[in-house]
DNA sequence: ACCACCTTGTGATTGTTTTCACAATCCATT
DNA sequence: AATGGATTGTGAAAACAATCACAAGGTGGT
């Protein structure tokens, strides 16, 4: 799968990309220089032939025969999903769940810069969280332009969470990861993506009903 | 699908009961008794036919001409989801994720209460985090039982979650939410669910590249 | 009691993702 | 340069999930 034009790429491939990064990351650590998916895979509970027919979405990456170049695969990696571009995130909402994210190491750690966290809380503005500096909402346009930030991080109550969202728009902010437990109205052009905390524990505790109850 | 035996419930149909439980909570706030899955999916951004396979796993809720009555199907998701049972939920890690958590304020809404914090910082250890205190997890497998306790969530380093994870199994725990970037190895019997924050925002990231390159 | 209308519940269909299985091909050794 | 052993890349098959489309069954009006 060489060449493409618009090939559709599975959802679930992409989420797996993070994981793969991840153990190619410990290999390279450990000085490894090729890996074969058979090994990769067991350490992630996958099958081989997945993690093979998901890289091949992106291109020959392999070397029949022998594996993965542990650091060219990589780098490739890194370029597929955007770890090349050091985006700069902005968080909207300073409140516990805003500031944890902000100092969340695994961002840095994935080429991800938070830059600037925002409220309205008159009492925050100023204030440092971390090696961020919070700022007043009305500044966010000025600073995106200033900072040079792509992603917008909501982290704020549901019932304002549209409103917010027009003023990130407006800002001209392109992709949104967003906590609010409700449904955003955005434009076509705006990557949306909803991150729902109250999901995965739900989840837990049905499956635990369902156990339990057999 | 009254009867079953063991129907297999597909992942994704779990994943968007939290979804209608919102929808009917706001419908019932409002006083609306009677709702059509026509009106409810349309909230969602979703097929009227997905709404109602996704219930008909569960069994018949609704009423033919009429659409389905709020409180009722409320009563009926509760149930599923094991929100009627008020499960307790253990914090394993202090840190600024795990107090972020702590205080959020959807695990109350949907029956879920978030009953005590564990660390190994001895500095931490007494302190109250708005209402729950923090332990030292050599009391875990103590407070577990006084407590009452059946989920353990990991806001832990990835590089001890295995380990702690083993000392959650000992203590009893039936179910884990794991936060940690890494593959933790668990019985059969235990439920385990990952949350891994980073495949979100690099998910956008990937999407911005894409959309950017193309 | 009948009719017109509405909405559910669900087989059948379509679409998507995973798994299978093997030809293609690379490396190492002689 | 030929052979044996290993591992990729990928069509084809299987499994899984979403959508369609309509019979079944309910409501309200006359």
């Given at each position: 799968m060489l060449s493409d034009g618009m090939v559709v790429i599975p959802q679930a491939t992409i989420s797996r990309l993070p994981l793969y990064f991840r153990v190619l990351n410990e290999y390279n650590h450990l000085g490894i220089s090729v890996i074969s998916s058979e090994e990769m895979a067991g350490n992630l509970g996958i099958t081989s032939s997945q993690l093979r027919k998901d890289l091949s979405y992106f291109g020959d990456f392999g070397i029949r025969g022998t594996g993965y170049d542990v650091s060219d695969l990589l780098k490739q990696i890194k370029e597929i999903l955007g770890m090349d571009k050091n985006r700069r995130i902005a968080i909207i909402g300073a409140g516990k769940l805003g500031t944890a994210l902000a100092g969340y190491p695994g961002f840095k750690m994935h080429g991800?810069?938070?830059t600037a966290l925002f409220d309205i809380d008159e009492a925050k503005i100023?204030?440092?969280?971390g090696k961020v500096e919070i700022f007043h909402l009305s500044e966010l346009s000025n600073k995106k332009r200033e900072l040079g930030m792509e992603i917008a991080v909501l982290t704020i109550p549901a019932s304002v969470a549209q409103q917010v969202t027009e003023l990130v728009i407006k800002a001209g902010f392109k992709a949104i990861w967003n906590f609010a437990p409700v449904r955003l109205e955005v434009p076509e052009h705006i990557i949306l993506q909803n991150e729902d905390l109250v999901v995965g524990i739900l989840t837990l505790s049905h499956h635990l009903s369902r156990k339990l109850g057999s």
């Open positions: 991800l810069e938070v100023g204030q440092q969280e």
